[in-house]
């Protein structure tokens, strides 16, 4: 599905249900942002396939969260392309591990607190992907040109980036979660750097954030909540 057409970019959100994931398709590359949990990479795949391209160049995962990672090792290998997250990240991708967030409300923060105990699911495990690297401003530039940015956004991590595309649209992995109207995480370990962080989106001039659960975020709406969540 295109979500975005301008200035030589256009940009696909693939059909996965757990994750969503975006590509970005410049005049020269093609670079996957997140990449699901594993039961999930046929979807990825098929995605790809349906927006017609036929290589992805490198990996951008917004942070080392399971239901973000878990396809890194075999999209690398697949497409044999590199792989980038936080140099905040790489410890959890080089270990295939990752830290259980915080619950924000009572539910999630119950959550939290049986995932350990739930059988056959381990939401803090995926294959590790030793071959990462460190994601920079440089390398998003180099994958998608001169008007793409990356700006850390912690709060829901402390490893989060968001990728920001032509001072229009954003990828901000779970800085925000649009599901039921509401967009604050349901999970996060700072929650005074959520709100941080929105501040730094709002700044980047961004209309729209694209969450990687739930609807795109309209600009209004952030604000909104932004106001909401600073008194
Ligand atoms: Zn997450």
Redesign the pocket.
């Known amino acids: 599905m295109i979500v975005f057409y301008e200035n030589g970019y256009t940009v696909y959100r693939t059909m996965t249900q757990r994750c969503a994931c975006y590509i970005i398709k410049t005049n020269q590359y093609s670079v996957l942002i997140d990449t699901s949990m594993r039961f999930e990479h046929k979807a990825v795949i098929r995605s790809i396939e349906a927006a017609g391209i036929s290589k992805i160049d490198a990996i951008f995962l917004t942070?080392s969260?399971t239901?973000?990672v878990a396809n890194a090792r075999y999209f690398s290998n697949e497409f044999h392309c590199s792989v980038y997250v936080s140099p905040k990240g790489m410890k959890h991708m080089i270990k295939g591990c990752c830290t259980m967030?915080k619950g924000t409300n009572s539910f999630s923060r119950l959550l939290s607190r049986v995932e350990p105990q739930i059988p056959f699911y381990q939401f803090t495990r995926f294959e590790a992907c030793p071959q990462v690297k460190p994601i920079s401003s440089e390398v998003v530039k180099w994958y998608l040109g001169e008007c793409s940015e990356l700006l850390e956004t912690p709060g829901?991590?402390s490893d989060s980036v968001s990728i920001i595309l032509d001072r229009h649209i954003a990828f901000v992995?779970?800085a925000m979660v649009h599901v039921l109207g509401n967009i604050y995480p349901p999970?996060a370990d700072d929650e005074k750097a959520v709100i941080t962080s929105w501040n730094a989106l709002l700044s980047t001039q961004c209309q729209t954030f694209c969450p990687?659960h739930g609807k795109p975020v309209s600009r209004e709406k952030l604000i909104r909540a932004y106001q909401r969540s600073a008194k």
Do not use: E, S
Request: no cysteine; hydrophobic share 20%.
């Open positions: 942070h969260h239901d973000h967030p829901h991590t992995g779970d999970f990687a």
